[in-house]
């Protein structure tokens, strides 16, 4: 959802689920711009990445280590304070109060 341009899909559409029909559609439009990285040069691995377009705007964040770890935003960079998790539809603080699961992500909408 964040790198823009095509979206390839390896799953027979017509042997999908409500469920996977669902989450699937979640993925449409396709987002026409790739995300770029906020934090790049501050972090090895880059953890913020914002996709702006004409449908509103996406924030990945990225946990890349092998254990759970909080949402550490460097000081100076401008990441918004929280979204709604696309696939559960949850609100979620971007904060060191949220706690991510290792080597996990959420996909925010933040616009």
Known sequence: A?????LFLSDSIA???DTGITTLAKLFPPRSRAARPLDLFQSEIPRFWLSQGETGAYLGVFNWEDEAAPIVVPPGLDVPPEG???WSGQPVT?????LMPP???YLLRVA
């Open 84 to 86: 709604v998790d696309l």
């Open 103 to 105: 080597r996990s992500a």
């Open 94 to 98: 971007v904060a060191e109060s949220t």
């Open 2 to 6: 964040l790198s823009g341009g095509n």
């Open 15 to 17: 042997r999908l689920n």
